[in-house]
C-alpha cells in the first residue's frame, strides 16, 4: 500500500525518477555499440604441426592420429576433427559454447607436452591456434590503378596498409592480387651449359657483388675516418655487366647468358574488381573489437588516405559488413517504432481517451530505455536478439498499465476523486498484475540459465525482457497511479468528433461483449460438444497438419553477400582458370542486375603471404565475392539467387565442382542451410564411392540444390623418380639433384635487391620458355662434384602420379563428408528425409558408418535445450498460478491454453510455408508464459464473481462479459506488436519473422479457443467441486442427525 | 452536542474532511480501515478478493446547529456518487465533559 500511496503523494519524486532512468537510458543508447548478434566466444583450438616430407598418410599415422589420442582427453570437447595433408597436420578442437576458451588452452598446451616427444624427430612443435568468427574479414576493399599499377604493391604497403593497421581494433590489413616486386634473373640452360656455368654459381656471384661491407675506422693526420665499401646494386641493369665466369680467358658476363628484369613475381593471385583488375586489401579485427566501429573509422580515413595515392588509383569497397548490421539494426528500429504507434492506437481504440493513452503509452519507452542501461552495464550491444527484445515486449509493457489505468477509471466513475481512486484502486490490482508479470518472467528468466549456442543467444533477450517487464510492472503500480490522479478527470464531455469516431466502436465492442456473453451461454448447455470439439481440433491439428510442419536450423539470413568457389580440374592452368572467370563474371552480371560489386580471384598465392596460403587456392581455383544491393532494393532474395547461380554455373563444362554460399559463410546463425552426410571409415576408395554414391542421389533430390563431398580429387603432378643407383655412379645424391630442380624452376633468391630501405628477391632461374615440357625437365644437366654435367633423363625419369587428397578425420575415424544446401524452396527436414532414404538405399560397405552433421547436429543441440526449458517453464507458470489461486484444479484449466497456442502455431507456420526453427521454437516458449495471462484474468474474475454470491453459470457468463475487452486490448497489443516482426521484409528480417509469426498466430488462436474452452472448464470443474461439496455437507448432516 | 459517525468508502476520506473544514468541524476520531456492508444496498467493503474495498470510519461530535447542515451535506455526497457507499448516524444529547 505504501508504495502507490507515496507515489502519488509525491508526484515530483515518482516522476523525477523515472526522468532519471529514461535519461540515463538514453545516455546508455548514445553510448552502446551496435554488432549483428552477441558476442559470441570462440569455441575452437587448432593445433598444427608441420613434419616435411611426409605424405599425407603418413602425417595421419605418425602425427595426427598420436595428438588426437591424447587431446580427446581434453575436458569439455565437443569434436575432434583433423585433417592431414602432405606436410602438415591440423587438428580442430570444437568446444561447447561458453566455455572458458584461455582454460581450454592451457590444457591443451598441457597434452601436447605429454605428447611431443612420442612424435617423430622431424616433426616441429605443434602450434595451438585460437580462432572465432572475429577471424572473418569484416571489410574487403578493391584497388584499381593504370600507371601505378608497377610499384602498387609499396604503395598501398606504405600508404594504406600501414595506416589502416594503426586504426584502433584493427588485427591485420593484408593486400592480395597484387604481385610483389621482383628482380628476374632468367637464365638460358644451354648458353649455361656452353660456358659451363650454373644457376647456383650465378647466385653466388649475384649475392658475392651485391655488398656493402665497413671496413673499419683508420686515422688521417689529427682525424678519424671510418672505411667502407659500398656495392651494393643501385639499379637492376648493374647486374647484366657482373662477371659470372670465364670462356678462353675472357671474362662472361651475366648478359651474356640471362636476362635481367626489374619486373613482379611469376605466380600471384590475381584480383578483378567489376572485371578490372586490381587488388584487394583484407581488413580483419582484433578479437572483441567492435566491427561496425572500425568499418567507420576506416571509411572515415579512406578519403585522406586517398589523397596521398597517386591519382589513378581507387580504393573502393568490395564487402563492407557493417553495413549489413547496420541495415539489419536499422530496419529492426524501423519496426519498433511501427510496433510502438501501432500499440499506441490500438490502446487509443480501446480506451478513447488521449489523456489515459498517453499514460498507458508513457510506460513503454521507459520501460525499453531501462533495458539499454543493463545492456550498457553489462557490457553488451545493440544486436539482433537485443533489439528483438525491445519488440517483443512493446506489446507486454503497456498491459499492467492498462490493466492499472482501467480500475482506477472504474473508481473515478464511481465517483471516488482521482488521487484517492488512484491509491485504492492499484491496492486492489496490484497482486494480480504482478503474478501476471511473474508467469511471464518465468517464462524469460530460465532463457538466461541455458548454455550452448542457444544460451548465448538468448542470454540478454531473457535478461533485457524480464528487465524491461519488472521495470515496467514498477511503473504501472508506481507512475501509471501517479499520472491518473494528476491528469485523469471525471468529465463527461466529449467533442464531436469523438463521439462520431467512438460511438460506433462502443457500440461494436459492446454487441461482441453480447454476443460473447450468449456463446459462453450456448457452451454451457453443450459442455460435451465444446469439450469433444476442441480435443478433436487439437489431435486434428497436431496430427494432421502437424506432419506438414518442416523443420530447420536458422533461417538463412539475407546479407546481400554471395561468395562462390569454383574448382577446375586440379593442375589447369592459370590462364585458362583466368578466361573462365572472366566469362562466369559477364554471365553473372548480366544476369544478375541485383550486382553491386563482383570480385574474384584466382591463381596461386605466393608463399610468403600468410593468409593466403592459409585459404584453398591454386591455379584451378577462382574465388568470387558478390555483394548485391540491399533485399529492401531488390525482388529477389539472397537463396533465390543463389540457386538461380548454381543453374547458370551448370552451364558451364569445364567446371568441376563448386560451391556457391549464400550470406558469405555456412551453417551457424544466419548461414547456408547444410545437411551434411557424415561418413566414417577406414579405406579411403570405398568411402570415396559411397560418397560419390550418394552425392550423385542427392543431387538428383529436388530442393537440394548443391552437392559437395569434402574429400577432394587425387591431383596430377609430374614426379622425377631419380635411379639411386645412377645418382651414386654419378656422385650425387637425392638432395643436392632435387635442389638443382628447385633453382632452375622455383629459382633461387641470390640476394636482395635494397631499395628506400625495403628489399626484394633477387631470382636467379631458368627462362620461362626453358620450363614449359616435360622435356625441359628432363633435360636439365646436374653437375656432380667433379664437375660433369649429367642430365636428368640420365638420372631417373619424370613421371606423372596423383598426389592422394587431404585425409580428414573426425572424433578419432576418417571421415568423407557429403554436404547438402537447402535450396530456397525447400526446408532442412525436407533434405533430411531424403537424405535418410537415400541412406537407405544404398549399398553401405562393411566398416563404414554414417549419420547426419552440420546444422542437423546444431539444430538438434538447441532444439533439445529449449524443449527442456520448455518442460522447466511449464512447471514454473503452473507454480505460480497454483500459489497465486492457492488450487491445483485451476491452474491445470488454464493451462488448457498452451496446447492451443501450439495448434495457431502449426496453423501459422504450415500455411505460410515457414519451416520451424529456433526461432519459432523461441516464440513457442514465450507463448506458454504469454497465453496463459488471458486464462488468469478469466479464472480469477470469475472466482471473485462466484465470492460474490453467484452460481457456477452466472459467474462464468458474467466474468465472460466483463473480462472480454481487457483480455481482448491485453492480447491485441501483443499480437500487434508482433506482427511488424513477422511480415518484415528489411535486412535481417529473416532472423526474427518465424518468431514474430509463431507469436502472433499462437497467441491469437489460443485466445480465441481459451475464451470458450476455459470458461466450459472451469464451469465442469467448479460443478464437479460444488457437487462434491454438496455430498459431503449432505453426509455430515445425516452423521449428526444419527448421532 | 451531536455524536455524528460516518462509515464511508476510503475514497471518499478526502472529500469528507474538505467538508468538515468548510463547516468548522475541527474535531474528529477516524479509523482508517475498517470493514463492513451497508443495511439494504450496496456492495460490502470487506477488502478481501471478492469485494477488494475498504470502509474508514470517523466519529465526531459536532454542534447542534452545525449537524443538520452537515448530514444534509453528507447526503448529497452519498447521492453524487451512490457506488461508493457513505452512510451517517446521529445521536444527540451528549455533553462537553471539559
Known amino acids: ?276 583488375v586490381g587488388g584487394m586489401i583484407m581488413i580483419q579485427k582484433q578479437s572483441g573489437a567492435n566491427s561496425v566501429e572500425i568499418a567507420r573509422k576506416v571509411e572515415e580515413m579512406l578519403p585522406k588516405i586517398e589523397k596521398n595515392l597517386p591519382s589513378d588509383i581507387k580504393i573502393g569497397t568490395i564487402v563492407n559488413t557493417s553495413d549489413n548490421i547496420l541495415n539489419t539494426i536499422d530496419s529492426l528500429t524501423e519496426t519498433i517504432s511501427i510496433t510502438f504507434a501501432v500499440v499506441m492506437l490500438v490502446v487509443f481504440v480501446f480506451l478513447g481517451r488521449w489523456r489515459a493513452t498517453f499514460v498507458v503509452v508513457l510506460t513503454i519507452p521507459i520501460s525499453l530505455l531501462s533495458a539499454l542501461i543493463y545492456l550498457l552495464v553489462s557490457g553488451n550491444t545493440l544486436n539482433i536478439i537485443s533489439m528483438s527484445a525491445l519488440s517483443i515486449a512493446i506489446g507486454m509493457v503497456v498491459d499492467n498499465a492498462i490493466v492499472v489505468l482501467e480500475n482506477i477509471t472504474t473508481h473515478i466513475e464511481r465517483g471516488s476523486r482521482p488521487k484517492q481512486a488512484a491509491v485504492f484502486a492499484t491496492n486492489e490490482v496490484a497482486i494480480s498484475v504482478i503474478a501476471s508479470t511473474l508467469t511471464t518472467v518465468a517464462v524469460f528468466l530460465p532463457l538466461t540459465m541455458i548454455t550452448g549456442m542457444a544460451g548465448i543467444l538468448f542470454k540478454q533477450l531473457g535478461w533485457m ?50 454476443g460473447y456473453a450468449r456463446l459462453l451461454g450456448w457452451g454451457y448447455r453443450h459442455r460435451a460438444v465444446v469439450v469433444t470439439g476442441a480435443v478433436v481440433l487439437f489431435l486434428g491439428v497436431v496430427m494432421g497438419v502437424g506432419r506438414m510442419l518442416k523443420t530447420e536450423y536458422f533461417p538463412t539470413q539475407d546479407n546481400a553477400r554471395i561468395s562462390i568457389t569454383v574448382k577446375l580440374p586440379a593442375g589447369t592452368r592459370q590462364e585458362i582458370t583466368r578466361d573462365l572467370a572472366l566469362r562466369i563474371n559477364d554471365t553473372l552480371t548480366a544476369h544478375y542486375p541485383e550486382i553491386k560489386v563482383i570480385n574474384f580471384s584466382e591463381g596461386q598465392a605466393d608463399t610468403d603471404n600468410a593468409l593466403s596460403s592459409m585459404q584453398d587456392n591454386g591455379t584451378y581455383l577462382i574465388s568470387f565475392n558478390i555483394s548485391l544491393v540491399s533485399v529492401e532494393e531488390r525482388d529477389r532474395g539472397l537463396t533465390v539467387i543463389g ?126 620458355r626453358f620450363r614449359e615440357s616435360v622435356e625441359d625437365i628432363e633435360n636439365i644437366t646436374i653437375y656432380n662434384g667433379r664437375g660433369d654435367g649429367i642430365k636428368v633423363k640420365d638420372l631417373g625419369r ?136 488471458n486464462g488468469i484474468v478469466l479464472v480469477d474474475y470469475t472466482n471473485l464473481c462466484r465470492e460474490r454470491g453467484m452460481g457456477v453459470r452466472e459467474a462464468v457468463v458474467t466474468a465472460g462479459r466483463s473480462r472480454l475487452r481487457p483480455v481482448l486490448m491485453t492480447t491485441l497489443t501483443t499480437v500487434i506488436g508482433m506482427i511488424p516482426l513477422a511480415i518484415d521484409k528489411g535486412e535481417g528480417s529473416e532472423m526474427w519473422r518465424s518468431m514474430g509469426l509463431t507469436v502472433a498466430c499462437g497467441l491469437s488462436f489460443s485466445t480465441l479457443v481459451t475464451l470458450v474452452l476455459v470458461p466450459i472448464l472451469y464451469s465442469l470443474m467448479a460443478d464437479f467441486g460444488e457437487r462434491r461439496k454438496a455430498r459431503r455437507a449432505e453426509r455430515a448432516a445425516r452423521k449428526a442427525l444419527s448421532v | 452536542m451531536k455524536a455524528i459517525f460516518i462509515s464511508f468508502n476510503q475514497a471518499l476520506y478526502d472529500q469528507i474532511i474538505d467538508l468538515m473544514d468548510e463547516l468548522g468541524i475541527r474535531g474528529f476520531t477516524c479509523w482508517e480501515t475498517v470493514t463492513g456492508r451497508g443495511s439494504s444496498t450496496g456492495e460490502p467493503h470487506y477488502g478481501t478478493h471478492a469485494w477488494p474495498t475498504l470502509n474508514s470510519a470517523i466519529l465526531t461530535f459536532v454542534d447542534e446547529t452545525v449537524a443538520p447542515l452537515f448530514l444534509d451535506r453528507l447526503k448529497q455526497m452519498d447521492e453524487a456518487s451512490q457506488m461508493q457507499g457513505l452512510k451517517a448516524f446521529c445521536w444527540g444529547g451528549v455533553t462537553d465533559p471539559f
Open chain 1, 798 to 933: 619424370v613421371v606423372e602420379t596423383f598426389t592422394p587428397p587431404t585425409i580428414e578425420r573426425k572424433d578419432r575415424e576418417r571421415i568423407i563428408t557429403v554436404s547438402c544446401v537447402v535450396g530456397h524452396d525447400a526446408a532442412m527436414s525436407d533434405i533430411l528425409a531424403e537424405a535418410g532414404k537415400v541412406m537407405e538405399q544404398v549399398e553401405i560397405p562393411s566398416g563404414v558408418t554414417w549419420q547426419f552433421g552440420g546444422t542437423f547436429e546444431d539444430q538438434q543441440e538447441t532444439f533439445a535445450d529449449l524443449f527442456t526449458l520448455m518442460a522447466l517453464i511449464v512447471i514454473l507458470v503452473f507454480i505460480i498460478m497454483a500459489a497465486q489461486f492457492e488450487s491445483f484444479t485451476y491452474p491445470f484449466v488454464i493451462m488448457f491454453s498452451i496446447p492451443f497456442a501450439l495448434v495457431g502455431v502449426i496453423l501459422g507456420l504450415v500455411a505460410t510455408g515457414t519451416p520451424m526453427g529456433v526461432m519459432a521454437l523461441l516464440g513457442i516458449l514465450m507463448l506458454v508464459g504469454i497465453v496463459v495471462n
Open chain 1, 643 to 768: 540457386d538461380l547461380m548454381r543453374k547458370d554455373l551448370d552451364k558451364f563444362p569445364e567446371i568441376r565442382t563448386y560451391q556457391v554460399v549464400e550470406g558469405g559463410m555456412s551453417g551457424g546463425t544466419g548461414g547456408q542451410s547444410v545437411v551434411d552426410i557424415e561418413i566414417y571409415g577406414y579405406d579411403l576408395a570405398s568411402t570415396d564411392r559411397l560418397a560419390a554414391d550418394v552425392a550423385a542421389r542427392m543431387s538428383q533430390v529436388e530442393g537440394c540444390t548443391q552437392v559437395n563431398i569434402s574429400r577432394d580429387e587425387y591431383a596430377p603432378e609430374y614426379q622425377v623418380d631419380f635411379d639411386r643407383e645412377k645418382l651414386a655412379r654419378s656422385g650425387l645424391n637425392v638432395s643436392t639433384a632435387a635442389s638443382y630442380l628447385r633453382n632452375r624452376i622455383n629459382g633461387s633468391v641470390a640476394s636482395y635487391y635494397r631499395e628506400d630501405g625495403d628489399e626484394y628477391d633477387i631470382r636467379v632461374r631458368y627462362a620461362r
Open chain 1, 465 to 514: 525482457v524480464t528487465i524491461i517487464l519488472t521495470v515496467s510492472t514498477v511503473a504501472a503500480i508506481t507512475l501509471t497511479p501517479m499520472l491518473c490522479s494528476q491528469m485523469l478527470r471525471l468529465d463527461a464531455k466529449s467533442s464531436r468528433l469523438h463521439r462520431i469516431i467512438f460511438t460506433p466502436i462502443e457500440r461494436a465492442l459492446d454487441a461482441l461483449n453480447n
Open chain 1, 1 to 276: 500500500m505504501s508504495l502507490y500511496k507515496s507515489a502519488v503523494g509525491r508526484p515530483v519524486t515518482t516522476m523525477l525518477v523515472f526522468v532519471a532512468v529514461a535519461i540515463l537510458g538514453l545516455f546508455s543508447w548514445s553510448r552502446l555499440p551496435v554488432d549483428l548478434l552477441p558476442e559470441i566466444e570462440t569455441n575452437a583450438i587448432m593445433v598444427m604441426t608441420t613434419y616435411r616430407g611426409a605424405s599425407a598418410a603418413d602425417i595421419e599415422t605418425n602425427v595426427t592420429r598420436p595428438l588426437e589420442n591424447i587431446l580427446n582427453g581434453v575436458s569439455d570437447l565437443k569434436h575432434v576433427s583433423s585433417s592431414s595433408k602432405e606436410n602438415i597436420s591440423i587438428i580442430t578442437l570444437e568446444f561447447e559454447y561458453g566455455i572458458d576458451i584461455d582454460v581450454a588452452t592451457n590444457d591443451v598446451r598441457d597434452k601436447l607436452d605429454m605428447v611431443v616427444s612420442a612424435l617423430p624427430d622431424e616433426a616441429d612443435t605443434p602450434i595451438i591456434f585460437k580462432f572465432g568468427t572475429d577471424d572473418i574479414p569484416i571489410m574487403l576493399l578493391s584497388v584499381s590503378a593504370k600507371e601505378s599499377m608497377a610499384g602498387l604493391y609499396k604503395i598501398l604497403d606504405d600508404n594504406v596498409a600501414t595506416p589502416l593497421a594503426r586504426v584502433k581494433g584493427v588485427g591485420t590489413v593484408s593486400i592480395s592480387g597484387i604481385p610483389e616486386r621482383e628482380i628476374q634473373v632468367y637464365c638460358d640452360p644451354l648458353k649455361l651449359e656452353a660456358y659451363g656455368l650454373t644457376i647456383e654459381g650465378i647466385a653466388q656471384v649475384i649475392a658475392a657483388e651485391n655488398r656493402n661491407v665497413p671496413a673499419g675506422s683508420f686515422d688521417i693526420g689529427s682525424e678519424s675516418y671510418s672505411l667502407r665499401v659500398q656495392k651494393e646494386f643501385t639499379a637492376a641493369d648493374e647486374m647484366l655487366g657482373l662477371v659470372v665466369g670465364s670462356a678462353d680467358g675472357a671474362p662472361v658476363y651475366l648478359r651474356d647468358v640471362a636476362t635481367v628484369t626489374d619486373t613482379r613475381e611469376e605466380r600471384a593471385q590475381e584480383v578483378y574488381t567489376n572485371r578490372e
